[in-house]
């Protein structure tokens, strides 16, 4: 800066007035001589030099410091070793060489001329450039640097005429900070202008000397990004009060109080992102996905011309659901939380709605459909559907998958022009954008095709791949995309949808531009196939039973398979987890279970289930299990009380866990025999009781609807057969009736068989085939053939001789009938073979205590003691170890290193699975081997290995189409032959589920589905030229990817109504673009979820935003008050468990799951069966006596003559009964006591008065429960 001032004395003696030179605009003026000097200069800034420096703010350049960053790197190196910091003799020389050099650099710097312009800019250098100038602080008021004295001011300056003087000018220090922030921006890497911490640093400083500065857009968007992933609390926090409290006048750098700094509240709000909450394609969030598609230098066009780009696409479909209410939206003067929104006309002219189409409307989920190229570097919704709980038909899907693959295959500038309302797509687009009927072109330059103007091959196939009629119009590159694949999970509508378009595609009844195929989401048929295997024992590899508790088991028991699977992929409550699926179907997992032999599961009571609704299978319910059979695809129990001496039948319904449920109640019986529907249970030296499990043994004849049935029957019972229906529906019912007076006659109890001859003491009974079984009695000592005929009323049995025991055999425990041998366990002796037809013997084992033998392969299973082996018949051979230690125990897990206490039955189920009752320990168990288990697990991670699902940063590298179709051919013949496999076995034709030990149809289905479906996407990728080389990656072909924005939206709100939802899902797709693109941040978050910036040439600020909606008209404060009172009154919504609550959540108050294991001492009493029977044969006085229980809540099923159906001529003589029965009554607060063969509390039935005979039945009109018992 020089300012050039004229001699005072010289100016004065010419024109009495004062002149000096301006350094900015070069313009010599003058002034009056009345002034000190320092007033004069204080007077000629203040009048003209502060304007004219305005007007020029181009800053003349001086070299005022020579290689000024080398001082500045010595500078800092000088502070550094100030502070002592490993100071040694350079770093004392490093100083003295500085101080020497810094006083050369000011006596140099006050020597120079400087320029008036350059007071305020002293900070300007040739190196450090215009923009850096901010970084230095500004000399203060020159004023202030001025003194009183001329002398002090002026010096000389070696000019002849001595009309020129120097301005003496003082420099601050700079400040360390600066001179840091100045070096970093010059070495342009960490720090730069383009960086988010520049411009930052760059919007607060502004912020401070003018409030209202204009922030920037990326300073506006990193803090839209904090308050998106900490809230608004944190956003606070960084900002500080600033003027808080303050009015508008106050707000002055001054009265500022700052954190770090940033711009407020409202600024933040009036630049946020919009959103909308009607349905449709938004417009915004897909022109980003074709601009960042169009301009991502990785993603190849399969098709690239002059006219024409596509680019192949994946869609996919997902839901999540919502919590149902109304809300008033105050941005748009809407209530929010209907299919359609409702505005203030509606409201007035519907005060109290119709409640049946609240209903109807009321919106319940929200489906997002997500698009992504199938290289995978790109993925984005793009369509929101929302949804009542009436949207979801086959019919509905079906418009909905076909309009929104038409949609996506509309080409980008037909987009553009796309007027939006609210930012949703019109429908009308697809009308407008349709792809020419004959391609003008041939899409692969085929010349005979555009010689014969007729489409080749390849132009039917890909007739989606020609551009659209606008273009063509236009003249322009028609930029589209053409979707391969939709995919989305399996729920019925869905389903329905996809058979549906499946059979118009076969039949060329769908668009010629759609080539779309439909793909049932990989993961979810996943999770589906991990439910069954959870949820049901499944019927697998050589007719094993496998279920997800029985891995449970093994690993509960097994140190190193708690090492390879982790709790949470075991106790099956997140269904929806793709990690546990992936955890459990790992090749170490497989390959471990393949090692294991036999292992033992409880099933009664279950061990792992500790909150589960039903309670009918928790420990100690059923603490004395005797006999049991397989009955169909469940299991029934003999279960023992020693107390009532009585014998409950269970029905235990193999599910995970097993559901038991009270049958009936009998006299004390020791064996049990299922043949067909019926259970057999002897009664030692009584005789042996029916259950029906299935219905009943009684005929009814109104049950028969079709006169095939009717006939049948008559035929089966000796009647005629000629007559209508209604004549052969009565004429079994007389023969019904006539049936139970003869049974009544003769007091025949029809609830226990009828022998023939009735001589037969049974001991021991045993199923020989389905219409037979084998009895031995000790008293007669013969064992018997019993063939078993239901005659309509009871079960009658017809008995002949087979052999009679031999000398030695005292008494026959247990027996079981293998090929035409009958091998029996004889007391004193051990178990002994007997051949059928020559009726010769054998001892193969010496034993003795209890033993329960059943058929097993081709030999027997025996349980003996507290252990179980197997044993082959053969005469050399040995009985082979299966399970048990040889101790009292209650363990489980390795068949190995099980225990057992007393095993009083044992039943096999196909010849492989082995069910034992332990009546010591009160437990049902079940032995089988895991080999099925693991081939299940194997096909099932197959399945997702074949779409490339792992774990996280666990890729395995691209799965190539090809090798993908092979490996699921191999899963679809899997789970078809295993299926097939238990139709067989059970012989039937009907579908199967899980009840009968298989997947469901569906999900079946859906398996094969897949396979058909990716088969013919390999067919077109492999032989159209068009996609020859186009780069498919499976991976990207499912929901996974709408999950995870359903998931990290529930960050947000974990059960959002529509308003919130709308709101949240809008800044989760703006925050998902940020982390693909580039902008001035780096969208780091976590060290495991840090997305690294995709190679795009277009920014952040270069893709459309969903902008902010107004209302149609603003509303009167009376106006927004009614419309919030009508979404309160009509809608608000209820607090609700979220599903994924009830599903992976335990109860409140669990504690830790290993604190449930059972520390309780085990039981020591053993029981006697065969003794507590012969005392209860005592007690009762007649066959077919019952005892009752102390107290009895369940209805106990009582077959008697007045239970039976019977025509109304003859319900006067059903009522009658024999003097000699009497009545018994159950009740709660009141004990029925048995003591010396008497019961207390009987009523005789000769002094209840005939008005009272509705008592023969089992209960009462009020509900009370009785017994019949006759006495001899």
Request: aromatic content about 6%; hydrophobic content about 35%; proline content about 4%.
């Amino acid at each position: 800066m020089n300012a050039e001032l004229g001699d005072e004395g010289q100016a004065q003696h010419i024109d009495g007035r004062w002149t000096i030179k301006c350094g900015s605009c070069q313009k010599v003026l003058s002034s009056k001589t009345d002034r000190k000097p320092a007033t004069r200069v204080s007077y000629f800034i203040r009048t003209h030099y502060n304007s004219c420096e305005k007007k020029s703010r181009e800053v003349k350049q001086t070299n005022i410091q020579p290689t000024i960053d080398s001082k500045f790197n010595m500078l800092e190196k000088k502070s550094a070793v100030e502070a002592g910091v490993g100071r040694n003799e350079e770093d004392e020389a490093t100083i003295d060489t500085f101080d020497d050099y810094a006083i050369d650099c000011y006596s140099e710097m006050e020597n120079v001329d400087v320029n008036m312009a350059d007071i305020t800019e002293t900070r300007a250098t040739t190196e450090l450039g215009v923009d850096d100038a901010e970084d230095w602080v500004p000399v203060e008021d020159v004023e202030a640097f001025i003194s009183s004295d001329d002398e002090d001011i002026y010096q000389s300056m070696d000019d002849p005429d001595g009309d020129v003087r120097n301005l003496k000018l003082q420099y601050e220090e700079i400040d360390p900070l600066c001179i840091r922030l100045h070096t970093l921006l010059s070495r342009g890497t960490a720090f730069t202008r383009s960086g988010i911490l520049y411009k930052y640093l760059d919007d607060v400083s502004k912020s401070l000397i003018d409030p209202n500065h204009e922030w920037s857009a990326d300073t506006l968007s990193m803090f839209e990004t904090l308050k998106h992933l900490g809230g608004e609390r944190t956003v606070n926090f960084i900002v500080g009060p600033k003027w808080f409290g303050l009015s508008t006048g106050k707000m002055d750098p001054d009265n500022v109080k700052i954190n770090l700094g940033g711009p407020s509240k409202t600024t933040r709000e009036k630049h946020s992102q919009g959103y909308t909450t009607d349905s449709g394609f938004i417009k915004p969030w897909l022109t980003s996905f074709l601009a960042m598609e169009n301009n991502h230098m990785s993603i190849k066009p399969i098709v690239e011309t002059k006219d024409v780009k596509v680019f192949p696409v994946y869609l996919c479909n997902d839901s999540t659901a919502l919590k149902a209410g109304l809300q008033f939206d105050d941005q748009k003067n809407e209530v929010v939380g209907l299919e359609q929104s409702v505005r203030l006309p509606y409201v007035k002219e519907n005060p109290n709605p119709d409640t049946d189409y609240l209903k109807k409307e009321m919106v319940s989920e929200s489906n997002i459909t997500m698009v992504s190229t199938c290289d995978g570097n790109i993925g984005l919704p793009v369509s929101v559907k929302y949804k009542s709980k009436s949207g979801k038909s086959g019919e509905e899907m079906e418009c909905q998958f076909i309009e929104e693959v038409k949609m996506m295959q509309c080409c980008m500038d037909c987009i553009k022009k796309g007027l939006s309302t609210n930012q949703i797509l019109p429908t009308n687009i697809i009308e407008k954008c349709v792809p020419s009927p004959l391609v003008e072109q041939c899409i692969m330059n085929d010349e005979e095709c555009m010689k014969k103007n007729k489409e080749c091959m390849n132009c039917k196939v890909a007739q989606c791949l020609s551009r659209c009629q606008e273009c063509i119009q236009t003249g322009k590159q028609c930029v589209k995309n053409v979707v391969m694949v939709y995919s989305t999970d399996c729920e019925s509508g869905n389903k329905k949808a996809f058979k549906t378009i499946i059979d118009k595609r076969d039949s060329g009844r769908l668009d010629k531009d759609l080539m779309f195929g439909v793909m049932p989401d990989p993961p979810h048929v996943g999770k589906s196939l991990k439910c069954s295997f959870a949820n049901w024992p499944l019927i697998l590899t050589d007719h094993e039973r496998g279920f997800l508790a029985m891995i449970q088991n093994i690993r509960q028991n097994d140190s190193k398979l708690q090492k390879m699977l982790p709790l949470e992929s075991v106790l099956n409550k997140d269904r929806m987890d793709v990690l546990s699926v992936l955890q459990l179907t790992s090749r170490d997992v497989v390959d471990y279970l393949r090692t294991l032999n036999h292992v033992v599961y409880s099933v009664v009571p279950d061990s792992f289930r500790i909150d589960y609704p039903r309670q009918s299978n928790k420990k100690g319910l059923y603490p004395h299990p005797t006999g049991i059979d397989v009955a169909g695809s469940d299991l029934l129990v003999l279960e023992y009380r020693p107390d009532d001496f009585v014998t409950r039948l269970l029905k235990i319904r193999l599910k995970v866990p097993a559901e038991v449920s009270v049958l009936c109640e009998k006299p004390v019986c020791t064996s049990l025999v299922c043949v067909e529907d019926l259970a057999l249970m002897l009664q030692p030296s009584v005789g042996i009781h029916v259950h029906c499990f299935n219905g009943s043994v009684v005929l009814k004849p109104e049950k028969l609807r079709t006169k095939k049935d009717l006939t049948s029957k008559l035929q089966e019972y000796g009647l005629p057969t000629n007559g209508t229906v209604p004549h052969l529906r009565n004429r079994l019912s007389t023969y019904i009736s006539r049936l139970q007076k003869k049974y009544t006659g003769m007091k025949s109890d029809i609830s226990m068989v009828q022998l023939q001859p009735d001589a037969i003491s049974p001991s021991c009974i045993s199923k020989m085939d389905s219409k037979s079984i084998i009895a031995s009695s000790d008293q007669s000592r013969k064992v018997f053939v019993v063939e078993l005929q239901l005659d309509g009323v009871t079960v009658v049995g017809s008995s002949s001789v087979l052999f009679s025991y031999e000398q030695d055999w005292k008494s026959i425990m247990s027996m079981c009938v293998v090929d035409c041998r009958l091998v029996h366990f004889c007391k004193g002796i051990g178990v002994v073979v007997t051949h059928l037809e020559t009726h010769t013997s054998t001892t193969i084992v010496r034993c003795d205590g209890q033993v329960c033998l059943y058929p097993y392969k081709e030999g027997i299973v025996l349980a003996i003691g507290n252990q179980i082996f197997t044993h082959s018949l053969e005469p050399e051979s040995q009985c082979i170890l299966l399970a048990g230690t040889g101790e009292d125990g209650n363990d489980n897990g390795p068949a190995e290193k099980s225990s057992f206490g007393q095993l009083s039955g044992i039943c096999v189920e196909f010849g492989k699975n082995i069910y034992i009752t332990d009546s010591q320990m009160g437990t049902i168990k079940l032995i089988t081997t895991v080999t099925g288990s693991a081939e299940y697990l194997e096909n099932l991670g197959k399945l997702f290995d074949a779409f490339g699902i792992h774990e996280k940063h666990k890729r395995k590298g691209k799965k190539p189409i090809g090798e993908a179709v092979a490996i699921m051919a191999e899963v679809n013949h899997y789970f078809e032959n295993t299926v097939n496999n238990v139709k067989s076995l059970k012989g039937t034709t009907r579908a199967t589920y899980g009840s009968d030990g298989t997947i469901s149809p569906q999900t079946l289905e859906s398996v094969g589905m897949m396979h058909k479906e990716l088969r013919r996407l390999h067919l077109i990728t492999s032989e159209v030229q068009a996609f020859a080389g186009s780069d498919v990656d499976l991976t990207y072909m499912n929901t996974l990817q709408v999950e995870n924005l359903h998931a990290t939206g529930h960050f947000k709100a974990e059960f959002p109504m529509m308003l919130e939802y709308s709101r949240n899902i809008s800044n989760t797709v703006k925050e998902s673009i940020k982390r693909a693109v580039p902008w001035a941040a780096f969208y780091y978050t976590n060290r495991e979820s840090y997305y690294p910036v995709l190679n795009f040439t277009n920014r952040l600020s270069d893709l459309c935003v969903m902008p902010k909606q107004t209302p149609a008209r603003w509303l009167m404060s009376e106006e927004t008050a009614l419309m919030r009172d009508w979404a309160r009154l009509n809608g608000k919504s209820v607090r609700q468990q979220t599903v994924r609550q009830g599903t992976t959540k335990f109860r409140p108050g669990t504690l830790p799951l290993n604190l449930y294991k059972d520390c309780s001492p085990l039981p020591t009493t053993k029981i006697e069966v065969m003794a507590s029977a012969r005392e209860a044969a005592v007690r009762g006085s007649k066959k077919g006596s019952h005892v009752v229980s102390k107290t009895r809540k369940k209805p106990i099923e009582v077959q008697d003559p007045s239970h039976m159906e019977h025509d109304e001529s003859d319900s006067e003589s059903e009522t009658e009964v024999s003097r000699n029965e009497q009545v018994y009554y159950d009740t709660d607060d009141e004990e029925t006591d048995v003591k010396d063969g008497t019961v207390d509390k009987l009523v005789e039935w000769s002094s209840v008065p005939k008005e009272l005979n509705f008592l023969t039945r089992t209960h009462t009109r009020s509900g009370r429960q009785v017994r019949v018992k006759s006495f001899a």
